[in-house]
T-cell receptor, first 113, second 111 residues
Framework: GENVEQHPSTLSVQEGDSAVIKCTYSDSASNYFPWYKQELGKGPQLIIDIRSNVGEKKDQRIAVTLNKTAKHFSLHITETQPEDSAVYFCAASGAGSARQLTFGSGTQLTVLP | DGGITQSPKYLFRKEGQNVTLSCEQNLNHDAMYWYRQDPGQGLRLIYYSQIVNDFQKGDIAEGYSVSREKKESFPLTVTSAQKNPTAFYLC??????????FGQGTRLTVV
């Protein structure tokens, strides 16, 4: 089955700096890659997603890039703000019996004021 | 407002008891899922359902059971066979296996 690895597990940045979180996946058939933000005690919230026919997608301060050849994708947050502090999860899903999402282990992002 | 509602928010279970976690959605989504989250870890899939009256085991289904009698509802029962049930349980739904939306979770503790 699919295996998703996420790095780093913790990340601290100064307010206004950029943050980058990276994930690799194992199944070359995976074709959908979402990113979720989870605040303490709450359910994950979808913040951006990308499909395998696209290399990059942006939404205001958030962007995701995908390298299908290397089987990795990354989340980029620019101009970080204290409210960006949370746990971020990447995930991957494919086709057929592998269509359920497989999640990475999460990154605790702390934005220091 | 459309969304996913999980109840209760906190649940305490005694040794040997079965407990049922509720999940209701009004998003008209066909697919629903249950995930388990342990501290410092990612989400692991327990069960999923693509359509009413059908469901499939995920990666960690042992000790759990589900039903899908209505499109809107996907309750999860944690049975006494689940030896380590203390965790944060998350329900999600999606229209086509992408863009899954999550509820706010139920924190289950064994006392």
């Amino acid at each position: 089955g699919e295996n998703v690895e996420q790095h780093p597990s913790t990340l601290s940045v100064q307010e206004g700096d950029s943050a980058v979180i990276k994930c690799t996946y194992s199944d070359s058939a995976s074709n959908y890659f979402p990113w979720y933000k989870q605040e303490l005690g709450k359910g994950p919230q979808l913040i951006i997603d990308i499909r395998s026919n696209v290399g990059e997608k942006k939404d205001q301060r958030i962007a995701v890039t995908l390298n299908k050849t290397a089987k990795h994708f990354s989340l980029h947050i620019t101009e970080t703000q204290p409210e960006d502090s949370a746990v971020y999860f990447c995930a991957a899903s494919g086709a057929g019996s592998a269509r359920q999402l497989t999640f990475g282990s999460g990154t605790q992002l702390t934005v220091l004021p | 407002d459309g969304g996913i509602t999980q109840s209760p928010k906190y649940l305490f279970r005694k040794e040997g008891q079965n407990v049922t976690l509720s999940c209701e959605q009004n998003l008209n989504h066909d697919a629903m899922y249950w995930y388990r989250q342990d501290p410092g870890q990612g989400l692991r899939l327990i069960y999923y359902s693509q359509i009413v009256n059908d469901f499939q085991k995920g990666d960690i289904a042992e000790g759990y059971s589900v039903s899908r009698e209505k499109k809107e509802s996907f309750p999860l029962t944690v049975t006494s066979a689940q030896k380590n049930p203390t965790a944060f349980y998350l329900c999600a739904s999606s229209i086509d296996w992408t863009r899954a939306f999550f509820g706010q979770g139920t924190r289950l503790t064994v006392v």
